[in-house]
């Protein structure tokens, strides 16, 4: 595909499952609503592939969060791929016991006998008056977790070929998918093409501050490192994966600027910025010329009202201030 055309990360995601089912028939999608019959999923990602591949690939599912995952790390077990949707993020709660002590567990625990090659595609993101239960950023419990890989994709490209890749992967991927960004049109993806787990990306090059984000972020801080182009020059580091993140790149990067700031949607308290913050620290304390800072949601569960969603979700605004603060 030429890079100059366009396509929406739901499009994507959906390219990338069809090619990774095309080329393995140990490749196989259920969940919630995933098949044609229910509409390809509740925004259409998985729409055409019940059709293409058949129910027995492909096959909406009873909603009990436990009994997908469930079924997704027996079937890993014995050789096939899933790709399983927990519909919204605040629903794999159901399905902590599996995910946390099976799916991530049991290579360490078998020896390194038993890989679980499970994906787990789930949706989230406040600001669509969605409520408390529906619009939560929880990466850092994933990332908490020994044996889990984390990703946020910031746009089409990006998403499709980390979904290649958390498909090959042997161990079992957290994929999550901003719910804003879906059916925005980005760049189009490279079919083919494999993002490598735990690479960022410089979405901007800059010599003055250190923007480190990931996920729905990044578009708004790239909305202020161009608002502050003539005064600040600020580089932009797209994290894309959470779990394991790169490091390397994130120290390279601070290293050269000596000023950082970490923005995510997450609520900021015990977030993965404080994690990130705590490496730039022990790594470059002698070379930062100021404490790092960090930006996220407050501290809440996510509102319903407009209004007070607004003021719960991190803005321009406050990246804007997080940045003036390093000077």
Not at 155 to 178: H, Q, T, W
Not at 259 to 271: D, P
Request: glycine share 10%; proline share 5%.
């Amino acid at each position: 595909m030429s890079t100059e055309q366009k396509m929406t990360m739901g499009a994507a995601i959906n390219l990338a499952l069809r090619d990774a089912m095309e080329l393995d028939g140990e490749v196989i999608v259920f969940g919630e609503d995933v098949a044609d019959k229910e509409g390809g999923g509740i925004l259409g990602v998985t729409k055409g592939l019940s059709t293409e591949f058949g129910s027995a690939r492909v096959r909406s599912t009873p909603i009990s969060e436990q009994a997908i995952v469930g079924a997704a790390i027996g079937a890993a077990i014995v050789g096939m791929k899933p790709v399983v949707e927990i519909m919204l993020m605040n629903f794999t709660t159901v399905a902590m016991d599996m995910i946390v002590n099976h799916a991530a567990k049991l290579r360490f625990m078998s020896g390194g006998q038993t890989s679980v090659p499970v994906t787990i595609r789930t949706m989230t993101g406040a600001g669509f008056g969605n409520g408390g239960q529906h619009s939560d950023f929880l990466e850092a419990w994933f990332a908490h977790t020994a044996g889990l890989k984390v990703v946020i994709p910031s746009n089409a490209k990006d998403a499709y070929g980390l979904m290649r890749s958390c498909i090959a992967d042997p161990d079992p991927c957290i994929f999550v998918e901003p719910l804003g960004l879906l059916r925005a049109n980005t760049e189009a993806p490279t079919r083919g093409e494999f993002i490598p787990l735990g690479k960022a990306r410089v979405a901007r090059e800059g010599r003055d501050v250190t923007v480190i984000t990931y996920g729905p972020q990044v578009a708004l801080v790239m909305g202020v490192a161009t608002a502050l182009k003539d005064e600040i020059d600020v580089e932009v580091l797209d994290l894309r994966t959470i779990a394991p993140f790169d490091e390397a790149a994130i120290v390279a990067s601070v290293a050269k600027t000596g000023r950082a700031v970490i923005v995510h949607e997450a609520v900021k308290n015990f977030g993965a910025g404080a994690e990130i913050g705590s490496r730039i620290t022990e790594a470059l304390f002698d070379k930062l010329t100021c404490p790092v800072q960090r930006v996220g949601a407050k501290f809440s569960p996510a509102p319903f009202s407009k209004a007070l969603e607004a003021a719960f979700l991190p803005s321009a605004a406050d990246v804007h201030a997080a940045i003036r603060r390093t000077f």
